[in-house]
């Protein structure tokens, strides 16, 4: 069996607790044994692995860092290496991570009643019920205040109807946190699978996270209770808080993929030999590769690190979590697509899992705020104007 051995140049290792080093071996022991053998197949068929969500939810892996309702009560850094791990297997898996608890468990923990939260969080947590986060629509992708999506009142509850675009694990969720705007702002409200009108269909065709469901969600005049509605937050400071969660677990996510491909570009161009029988990693040229790889990787491994630990003090706030989605994400692309090079025309097969990494790491790049937005919310913290518009 395949042994991932990590990337640890500047010993980032000293800087993590024994507690820490053990939750990563935990998960990087679970990718190996569970996601590597099969993950290539997967890819081909493409469809979500549905039977792993069972040994993450036992593993704490699912809404780690949340405290209550059987949440493993882990502390960010934690979770970032649990993010970080299951990325380095395939980003699909993160993003099912990711979406199950940064987008769903924690709204329904921060802003959900009572009822809700008893109703749903320990079903989310022990992997019985899917979540999905309907933010996104056809029309609204970077902007998702102008979003068409309403709930109107009517009686004791209110009818929804809209469209959601690009929703992960949309078709196999029990429950979808739809974002809607009402004659209050925009509002969350918690729509089962199955209730009359609310339908899913799956994106086909993606040349990335092919082993994630990826849906449209279709709602028709939905009616449902005012109970459904997340009592605790209006406005787009609700979505966005959530995506502030998602985001730092990217971060962790996408240096974990950067590690995969620099770990097989490094072993592949040791043995590979070209002129004369010498490894390619003879020449100064691959060599150079190689060092910008591991040195983009270092910096992005002490950036994860080190806003986890600001966040684990309370200190993180969006704009910080935004320079770790941007950097991290365009580091690993670069990276990928580095690696892929150096593999020459095996780069180009899914034999090796650079260009699966590379492919997936597209998506990376543009959901949960773009490149661009990324550089727009940082841009506007230095400078205090906004240049969205
Ligand atoms: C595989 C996958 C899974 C996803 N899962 C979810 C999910 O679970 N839930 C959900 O709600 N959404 C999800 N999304 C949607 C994702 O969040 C959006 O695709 C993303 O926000 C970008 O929106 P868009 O695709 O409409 O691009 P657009 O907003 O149309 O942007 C197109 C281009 O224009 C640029 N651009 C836009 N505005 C500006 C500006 N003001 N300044 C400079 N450049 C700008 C962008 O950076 C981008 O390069 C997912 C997407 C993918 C690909």
Redesign the pocket.
């Known amino acids: 069996m395949f042994h991932f051995p990590g990337v640890d140049f500047l010993e980032i290792d000293s800087l993590l607790s024994d507690d820490e080093k053990l939750v990563r071996r935990t998960v990087r022991d679970f990718v190996d044994r569970e996601v590597m053998p099969h993950i290539e197949e997967w890819n081909r068929a493409g469809g979500f692995p549905r039977h792993l969500v069972a040994p993450m939810a036992e593993m704490g892996f699912l809404g780690a860092n949340l405290q209550g309702y059987g949440c493993a009560c882990m502390s960010n850094v934690q979770n970032g290496l649990i993010m970080q791990e299951l990325e380095r297997g395939d980003s699909s898996l993160r993003?099912f991570v990711s979406?199950q608890g940064s987008?769903v468990m924690y709204p329904i923990h921060a802003y959900g009643s009572d009822e809700q939260k008893k109703r749903w969080l320990p079903a989310l947590q022990q992997g019985k019920a899917i979540g999905?986060?309907?933010?996104?629509?056809?029309?609204?992708?970077?902007?998702?205040g102008g979003m068409r999506t309403r709930a109107v009142k009517d009686g004791g509850g209110f009818i929804l109807s809209g469209e959601?675009?690009?929703?992960?694990?949309?078709s196999i969720a029990d429950v979808a946190l739809i974002?809607a705007q009402t004659d209050d702002g925009i509002r969350g409200f918690l729509v089962e699978k199955g209730a009359p009108g609310f339908t899913a269909h799956d994106?086909k065709g993606?040349w990335?996270?092919r082993t994630?469901i990826?849906s449209i969600l279709s709602l028709q005049e939905v009616r449902v209770t005012a109970a459904s509605m997340l009592p605790g937050v209006r406005g787009l400071k609700g979505?966005l808080s959530c995506l502030t969660q998602a985001r730092y677990g990217i971060g962790w996510g996408a240096a974990g993929a950067a590690m995969a491909c620099y770990n097989e570009a490094l072993e592949y161009a040791k043995t590979r030999t070209q002129f004369d029988g010498k490894p390619v990693a003879s020449h100064q040229l691959v060599q150079e590769r190689l060092v910008d790889m591991i040195t983009e990787i270092t910096k992005a491994q002490l950036l994860a690190l080190h806003v986890g630990r600001l966040k684990d003090r309370g200190r993180a706030d969006f704009a910080h979590v935004s320079m770790l989605k941007r950097n991290n994400v365009k580091i690993a692309l670069d990276v990928a697509r580095a690696a892929r090079d150096i593999l020459g025309a095996n780069g180009v097969s899914d034999e090796y899992p650079i260009f699966r990494h590379m492919c997936n790491l597209?998506?990376?790049f543009?959901?949960?705020?773009?490149?661009?937005?990324h550089?727009?919310i940082i841009g506007e913290r230095i400078t205090g104007i906004q240049?969205?518009?």
């Open positions: 993003s979406v987008l999905c986060f309907g933010l996104t629509e056809p029309d609204f992708g970077s902007n998702p959601k675009a690009w929703i992960t694990s949309g974002w994106i993606k990335s996270l994630s990826t979505p597209e998506s990376v543009t959901y949960e705020g773009t490149h661009n937005i550089t727009l240049a969205y518009r």
